[in-house]
């Protein structure tokens, strides 16, 4: 009897949790802000630091709060407005239509993701960043 009580309660468990499991678009659907940041292979930032490469990241905000606008700020106070969506599979946040465009993308970034929960999100830029002289930039957001 104990044993298909502890059954019973295991698939009572799961069976709840798919149910009340968010989606992606929701769960990062907020304000996040640098806490490491990786151009490259190398830390140009963490959050609290005493000192960092790239202190401006500090200032680094991408604003997913609303379903289909972003906002974003780049480490250089630049801020960026368009729109943003998941890719059909849920692995790569795409933002585009960004006014004004920044330099070398036409309006659009494309981001795989990494990881996300509700309190981190784990994002690399797919192209090359001109604003910091070529690399592949890795952001992991917290909010």
Not at 44 to 50: D, I, L, Q, S
């Amino acid at each position: 009897m104990k044993k298909r009580y502890f059954i019973f309660l295991l698939w009572a468990l799961v069976s709840c949790k798919k149910d009340n499991a968010r989606p992606l678009s929701e769960q990062i659907q907020k304000v996040w802000q640098a806490g490491v940041v990786k151009e490259g292979a190398i830390t140009v930032f963490t959050k609290g630091a005493a000192s960092n490469a790239k202190p401006g990241y500090s200032q680094y905000r991408l604003d997913l709060s609303s379903p289909t606008l972003v906002k974003l700020t780049d480490f250089d106070a630049n801020t960026f407005a368009g729109t943003w969506e998941l890719s059909a599979d849920q692995k790569m946040l795409i933002l585009k239509g960004l006014s004004p465009q920044p330099s070398g993308t036409n309006g659009l970034i494309e981001f795989s993701i990494g990881s996300a929960s509700d309190k981190t999100l784990t994002i690399t830029r797919l192209t090359a960043s001109v604003k910091t002289g070529g690399t592949i930039n890795t952001y992991d957001l917290t909010n």
